[in-house]
């Protein structure tokens, strides 16, 4: 694992990352990471990427992690972070997952990275455009990306005195413990996935160090989430294989959100695990 990777963009962003998984691999799949999250949520999966020959990129977004906030950025922007990180390392053709929150990124990229680069999409337990309908989600995530659109700096200090202070603690059981109070509200699928001391470790970790910066990223990102993505789900073009995975007992991302998703999206793919939930699927 090489976990403190980054570069400097044109501009003089820094965008960090880490690699995940085989060695000698025959793919690379650039791994979007969760909301909020950062690059050590690859830590979840670095064994089974090993095992299938597979190296996994994983960047932080702006404002998480390592990263360097990026003000007034769109999801239109993304695309030419991933195309700069692939170009330093020499990547030519590429697969990309999103995972929950990182969903919106993994399909800006289909539509608009070349075919010729991109050589498939897969979203898991994915968010989808708020147009959709958030009938099903849980009220918290409905007032944030409702309310964020609107008042990010509001939201970023808020995000930043509820979790941003416990993810800078000395003591990681204080964000650990903060955590896993959240998490005694979802479905008892989820709770049984994070009841396992290495998921938990790894999802824990991962959004500790999402938040380290402060909510300002965070913030920032549900804004965009919130708001018209720049781009419609029809216009994805259907050379790049798209793949939705989603579980019904999702209450995150609801489930009817990916079928109205993948009725809009050209040639897309739906996988319904039924009787799964958010953290089930993506990390159980």
Not at 2 to 30: K, M, N, Q, W
Not at 252 to 265: D, L, Y
């Amino acid at each position: 694992m090489h976990e403190d990777e980054c570069i400097t963009l044109p501009g003089g962003r820094t965008l960090s990352y880490a690699i995940y998984g085989s060695l000698s691999p025959h793919a690379t799949v650039f791994y979007f990471h969760s909301y909020p999250s950062s690059r050590l949520e690859g830590r979840l999966w670095h064994s089974a990427a090993s095992n299938l020959g597979i190296r996994l990129i994983v960047p932080d977004r702006p404002g998480m992690g390592n990263s360097t906030f990026q003000s007034n950025r769109t999801l239109l922007d993304w695309p030419n972070d991933v195309l700069a990180l692939a170009d330093n390392m020499k990547i030519q053709r590429f697969f990309a997952m999103g995972m929950s929150g990182g969903g919106p990124y993994a399909l800006v990229c289909a539509n608009a990275i070349a075919h010729e680069r991109l050589v498939g999409v897969s979203v898991v337990s994915g968010l989808y455009p708020m147009s959709l309908g958030s009938a099903g989600m849980m009220m918290g995530a409905r007032v944030l990306l409702w309310v964020a659109p609107w008042v990010p700096g509001l939201v970023g200090s808020l995000l930043d005195y509820a979790m941003g202070t416990a993810a800078r603690n000395e003591d990681p059981k204080v964000f650990e413990n903060l955590f896993m109070k959240e998490i005694s509200s979802r479905p008892e699928v989820d709770q049984q996935v994070m009841r396992d001391e290495k998921n938990k470790s790894g999802v824990i970790e991962g959004t500790r160090e999402g938040l380290r910066q402060g909510g300002q990223g965070a913030a920032w990102e549900a804004k965009l989430f919130g708001s018209d993505w720049g781009f419609q789900l029809e216009d994805i073009d259907a050379v790049v294989p798209v793949t939705l995975w989603h579980g019904t007992l999702d209450i995150n991302s609801p489930v009817i959100m990916a079928f109205k998703a993948k009725k809009m999206v050209e040639g897309a793919k739906l996988k319904i695990q039924d009787g799964e939930g958010h953290y089930q699927l993506h990390i159980g």
